[in-house]
């Protein structure tokens, strides 16, 4: 109940940011800020993603150290999910062909199923969708607690979890969610919308430019 109500909270300071930004800002940093005083001034202390473990397609450790000095897009989803996955995987191979020769940005996916979705079964379905290296798409396996805990209003802040009454048999969100370099979210996209795919290919140049000032 208090990872749903974090979830809540983030979710409404996300639509109150983004609906006072000008369309020309810098993205918005999302998540529920903290602050410190730190000599007598006040420090805003922004929620980052943790640092972070797993094993992508090609059996390669991938840690926070993957992305540093990078940009990536993050999402959930599992191998034999039957509603909305293979939409979000069609939507993100659209990010993945315009960005794939990036070399300051990555897509980060983790399978909400790895007792399903090991290293060889990833390998595979990364091939089938298209994707023959893990250069910038890293498919996710690992312990299936740091999926969650990294997933939860700890990292990502999107819900997800086991639901035998769910499609599958695993309720997860649909969204893509855009990290900076300090490991900040910048943007939530719905994966299944293409307008809002769009969206977050528009704003990946946006978030580049602003390490290039």
């Known amino acids: 109940m208090k990872m749903w109500k974090r979830v809540c909270l983030w ?34 202390l922004y929620h980052t993603v943790p640092n972070f473990q797993f094993v992508d397609q090609d059996s390669a450790l991938v840690t ?18 039957p509603t909305i996955c293979p939409v979000m995987k069609q939507q993100m191979l659209r990010v993945y062909e315009q960005f794939k020769d990036t070399p300051n940005f990555a897509i ?14 990833l390998k595979d379905y990364s091939m ?33 979890g086991e639901n035998e009454d769910a499609p ?10 855009l990290v ?13 919308n293409p307008k809002e795919v769009t969206a977050l290919i528009n704003d990946i140049p946006k978030l580049l430019a602003e390490y290039e000032q």
């Open 128 to 160: 089938r969708l298209g994707v023959p290296d893990n250069k910038t798409w890293h498919f996710l396996t690992g312990d299936k607690d740091k999926i969650y805990q990294i997933g939860s209003g700890e990292g990502y802040m999107v819900p997800l």
């Open 180 to 192: 900076d370099k300090e490991r900040r979210i910048r943007g939530k996209y719905d994966g299944t």
């Open 168 to 177: 599958g048999g695993f309720i997860h969100s649909g969204a893509f969610l």
């Open 11 to 44: 979710l409404v300071a996300w639509v109150a940011i983004a609906c006072s930004s000008p369309k020309n800002s810098r993205l918005p940093i999302l998540g529920i800020p903290e602050y410190k005083e730190v000599n007598g001034k006040i420090d805003t």
């Open 108 to 121: 980060l996916s983790h399978t909400i199923d790895p007792e399903h979705d090991t290293v060889a079964y």
């Open 64 to 81: 926070e150290a993957t992305v540093a000095d990078k940009i990536y897009v993050a999402d959930f989803f599992f191998g034999t999910c």
